[in-house]
C-alpha cells in the first residue's frame, strides 16, 4: 500500500504533537513514509521535533524538520498547516485592542479576527504559492485561523484549485460534548449544519435509525450544560459552553455554534473581560508551559510513557479527513466550501460551512435548502464583513477595512470602527491606506 508523505505547517503549533500521535496511532488505516515539520521559528519547533522523534522511532516514521519554503514541500502529499501568524504576542494585541474601545477581544471573531486575518492571509498564500510549486498535486488541509477569512482569501486567489480545503474543530468539539452526554460515539451521530465558519448552526443530528435526535438535545442544553470531556478543565472552555446553553434557551430553532456567544452577547461578553487578561494570556500562562514541559519529559525519558501526551479533537479530525481523502472512504465531514447553490437563498460563492461528503476526488457538499430569514439575516452581514475585510487585506484598503468593521456585529459604530483601525495601524503597522 501507498505511504504518505505529510508537511505540517507551523510545526510548533500547541497542536502538532497530538497530531504526530493521531497519525502514528492511525498507520494500518493511514500509511506514512515521513512527516516534515515546518516553521519560522526554531524556538518554537526544536523541541517538538526532538519529541516527535522519539514517539515515531519504534513506528519507523521518519520525521524531518525545515525552517524555509524552498523545497520543504517536494513529495508532499498532504500538508497540514496551523500556522498562527505572529505568534500569541500578537494575538494578545488583536484581543486587547478591541476591548480596550469596549469591543469584543477574540481571536477570530469581530476586530481581533479582523486584525489577525490581516497577518495570517499573507502567510497562508506564500505557503499555498510555495506548496503550489513543488507539490501541485498535494492536498492543502487549512486549520490556521481566521479560517472564515483565510477561505474566503484563498478561494479568492487560488480559485480553481479544489485541493485547498480549510477546516474547523468546533462543530466536532460541540458534537463530541453532544455524543458523550448521549452515552455514544460522535462517528456515529449524522449532523446537518449550515453557515459560515464560527457562526453556524446545528439543524438535526441523526442516530444509526435515522432518528433525530437534536430535540432532545435541546431540551437538555434549557436543563444544563454538555461540554466535551477534553475541554472541562479550561474554565473559559466552561463558560463558553454555558453561554451555548444560555443561547440554546434564549432563542428557538437551531442550535448554534459556541462562537455565536460573540455576535449575539457583545456586551456581556465585554462585560466579562479583563482588558488586561485576555485569553492569549491564560494561553502562553497554561498551554504553551504544558506542551513546554511535555516536550522536556519525552526528550529526558525518551518515551511518550508518562508524558500524560493524548489524543484531541484537533488532531483526530484533520487525520480523519485526510484518511477519507486518501482511501476514497465517502464519508461526511463538516468542511469550509463555496456556495455553489447548496443554500439558494444565500450568497453565491460564499465559503459556508456544511457537511459534504469526501472522498478521493474532493468535498461534495450535502444540500441544505433554503434558510429561514433570522439565519440569513446574520449570515448576509457576517459574510459582508468578511468579503471586505478580504478586500483590505489584498488591497490594503482602509476604507473597505472600516466598511468591513461597521458590519461587524461586534463593532457596528463607525466612529469605534475608526479609532480601533487607527490603533491597529499604529500599532501593527498594517499599512492601510
Ligand atoms: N480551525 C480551527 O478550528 C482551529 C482549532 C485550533 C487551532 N487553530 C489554529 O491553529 C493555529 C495554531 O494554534 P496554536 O495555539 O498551536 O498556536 P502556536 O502559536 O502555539 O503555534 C503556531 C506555530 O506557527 C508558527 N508560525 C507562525 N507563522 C508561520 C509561518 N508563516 N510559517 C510557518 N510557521 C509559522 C509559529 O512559529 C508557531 O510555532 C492557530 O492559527 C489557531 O488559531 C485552528
Ligand atoms: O483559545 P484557544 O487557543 O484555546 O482555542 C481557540 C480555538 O478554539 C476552537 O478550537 C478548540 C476545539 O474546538 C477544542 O475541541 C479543542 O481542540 O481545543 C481547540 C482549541 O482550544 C476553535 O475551533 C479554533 O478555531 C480556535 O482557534
Ligand atoms: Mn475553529
Excluded at 482588558?275 to 492569549?280: E, Q
Aim: with cysteine.
Amino acid at each position: 500500500m501507498k505511504k504518505y508523505n505529510i508537511v505540517i505547517c507551523g510545526g510548533g503549533s500547541t497542536y502538532t504533537l497530538p497530531m504526530v500521535k493521531t497519525l502514528l496511532d492511525n498507520t494500518e488505516k493511514f500509511p506514512i513514509s515521513n512527516i516534515t515539520l515546518f516553521d519560522t521559528d526554531e524556538s518554537k519547533q526544536q523541541k517538538i521535533y526532538q519529541a516527535a522523534q522519539v514517539m515515531a522511532a519504534p513506528i519507523g516514521v521518519d520525521i524531518a524538520q525545515s525552517y524555509q519554503l524552498a523545497e520543504t514541500f517536494s513529495g508532499a502529499d498532504f500538508v497540514f498547516m496551523q500556522i498562527r501568524s505572529g505568534g500569541l504576542e500578537m494575538r494578545e494585541l488583536d484581543e486587547k485592542i478591541p476591548l480596550a474601545h469596549d469591543c469584543v477581544g477574540q481571536e477570530t471573531c469581530g476586530a481581533g479576527g479582523f486584525a489577525y486575518g490581516m497577518r495570517s492571509v499573507v502567510d497562508v498564500v506564500d505557503i499555498v504559492k510555495a506548496v503550489r510549486g513543488q507539490a501541485p498535486e498535494a492536498w492543502i488541509i487549512n486549520y490556521s485561523n481566521p479560517a472564515a477569512i483565510v477561505a474566503e482569501a484563498t478561494n479568492r486567489v487560488f480559485p480553481n484549485d479544489r485541493k485547498i480545503i480549510n477546516l474547523c474543530d468546533m462543530p466536532i468539539a460541540i458534537l463530541d460534548g453532544f455524543a458523550e452526554a448521549l452515552g455514544t460515539e460522535r462517528q456515529k451521530l449524522t449532523p446537518r449544519y449550515f453557515g459560515l465558519n464560527h457562526f453556524g448552526w446545528f439543524t438535526h443530528l441523526y442516530d444509526e435509525q435515522g432518528n433525530d435526535l437534536l430535540p432532545g438535545i435541546k431540551q437538555r442544553l434549557t436543563e444544563g450544560n454538555m461540554m466535551p470531556e477534553e475541554l472541562k478543565e479550561d474554565s473559559d472552555w466552561v463558560k463558553t459552553f454555558e453561554q451555548l446553553s444560555k443561547m440554546a434557551t434564549d432563542l428557538k430553532g437551531h442550535i448554534p455554534n459556541t462562537y455565536l456567544q460573540y455576535y449575539l452577547y457583545p456586551e456581556y461578553i465585554v462585560s466579562k473581560s479583563d482588558k488586561n487578561y485576555t485569553r492569549a494570556n491564560a494561553v502562553m500562562d497554561n498551554r504553551l508551559q504544558a506542551v513546554q514541559d511535555q516536550c522536556d519529559f519525552i526528550i529526558e525519558n525518551n518515551t511518550i510513557e508518562g508524558s500524560g501526551l493524548e489524543r484531541g479533537v484537533h488532531g483526530t479530525y484533520i487525520v480523519e479527513l485526510a484518511t477519507a481523502l486518501a482511501m476514497n472512504e465517502k464519508k461526511e465531514f463538516i468542511m469550509i466550501v463555496p456556495n455553489t447553490g447548496i443554500i439558494p437563498n444565500f450568497s453565491y460563492g460564499a465559503m459556508v460551512e456544511v457537511p459534504c461528503v469526501v472522498s478521493k476526488n474532493g468535498a461534495e457538499p450535502i444540500h441544505v435548502g433554503e434558510i429561514d430569514t433570522f439565519y440569513k439575516g446574520l449570515m448576509e452581514s457576517q459574510y459582508a464583513y468578511e468579503k471586505l475585510t478580504v478586500d483590505a487585506i489584498l488591497n490594503r484598503d482602509y476604507d473597505a477595512a472600516l466598511k468591513a468593521l461597521t458590519l461587524n456585529r461586534t463593532v457596528v459604530n463607525v466612529d469605534t470602527a475608526k479609532s480601533i483601525l487607527d490603533a491597529f495601524n499604529t500599532q501593527m503597522q498594517f499599512n492601510l491606506k
